[in-house]
């Protein structure tokens, strides 16, 4: 699959662009004003301890107080079982969260979620450190290998020669997908690598006050070449010399057989330009997504969940509902996987395929959706349909979504997506004013509001006008103001 990574940089803002096959997959963004800080490590204080929630909320400098929950604390390292590649040993209660934690306690947390809308960041104390094909488990002696390498062989061999690099340090790995088919030479420079930052960590740990980072992940560019240069990427194009050479001196050293495939780019057309990307970005803003038969998804972000609709649209096949149902949703389980990926969503998803009665029918489309989740570098779970013909899915969520990130809410309709009508304003002006006149003195009414809302009192509600001014023995006078939004409005007394 042809690939490659678009690197675009300005001095306040940094993005990243993976594009497969002519398409955008995936977009990052890092600004200098708002950096993430998922992977960071603070020295924290605890604030508060919260029984009831089995959770504390954990001051480490940052706007909102983190949150960190009984679960997510360090309590004994467990030993990894000789013949499993699990991550972690069977799941076991945590112990109340007021016999591990004491207000005004310092504690060292890493940052697994960003501050999402009002919530403040999610914690851990089970530190992972990534480099190029491991990650450090500092607290667990687990040799764990990345399920997206399937051979079963490799599987083995890579967990055996991690396990004996990694004897007698008392520290975990997990070997990531970037280590199949490598030698023990880069794993054991990985290790040692990881070893020497683990102990540097704990060493400014014990020197760093409360609030401040011990330990900050890579900036975007280096991240993005850690975490996403492989094989199958055919080349990256940055548009920055400067950070073209700081990629090519990161490259050298971690992954020197790849540095020649980092390009700079300098010709005149904007990067993002080149494979329609920053259009791509701008169609991601929007609720409806086409799709090539003529149908349509329509995506709807909300605080519990993300909703997908599939809608036939144009498509009218050429057998029978059925069969026009099936092809529609074949062709919607690949579009909404790159959509969750493109717009970063996460949480809990449904997906409202149209209905199917072929039992065949429903197990291709979900094996379709499963094959297009496999590519995405975020956790993702999906469950069969349910009895009301919906599929449910979750996918990890560590940042906030492409449209958080670029947008914010309407000021004029406080994020609710819709405006009260001119006629719904109509009368509650006229509830105002009637209110207005019984709690104050007044000769005549001035109403100032939106020029929609004028032209529907002054000439679909001038009966109800007059009415009005009868009933109240006052009169009102209508004044429109091109700066006043749709639902603004204001009732002066003269």
Known sequence: MSAELLINVTPRETRVALVEQGMLQELHIERSQRRGVVGNLYKGRVQRVMPGMQAAFVEIGLDRAAFLHASDIVRVP???PADSDELAAAPTPPPLITSLLHE???????????????KGARLTTQASIPSRY???LPYSKMIGVSARIEDDAERARLKALVGELAEGCGMGFIVRTNAEGLAREALAADVAYLRLAWQLIREAGAATPVGDCIYEDLALPMRTLRDMMSAQIDRVLVDSRETHDRLLRFAGQFMPELAGRIEHYAGERPLFDLSGAEDEISRALQKSVPLKSGGYLVIDQTEAMTTVDVNTGSFLGQRNLEETAFRTNLEAAQSVARQLRLRNLGGIIIIDFIDMHDADHRRQVMRT???????????????DFSPLGLVEMTRKRTTESLEHQLCEPCGTCSGRGMLKSPETLCYEIFRECTRAVRQFEAERLLVIAATPV?????????????????FLGKSIRFQADEQYGQEQYDVVLL
């Open 104 to 118: 005004g306690q310092e504690i060292i947390v890493q940052v697994v979620k960003d501050p999402i809308g009002g």
């Open 78 to 80: 467990q030993v990894q």
């Open 369 to 383: 959706l499963e094959k297009a989740l496999s590519r995405d570098h975020a956790k993702t779970t999906t469950y």
């Open 134 to 136: 491991l990650v450090l």
């Open 454 to 470: 004028v032209n529907r009192i002054t000439e679909e509600e001038s009966a109800a006008v007059a009415e009005l001014e009868e």
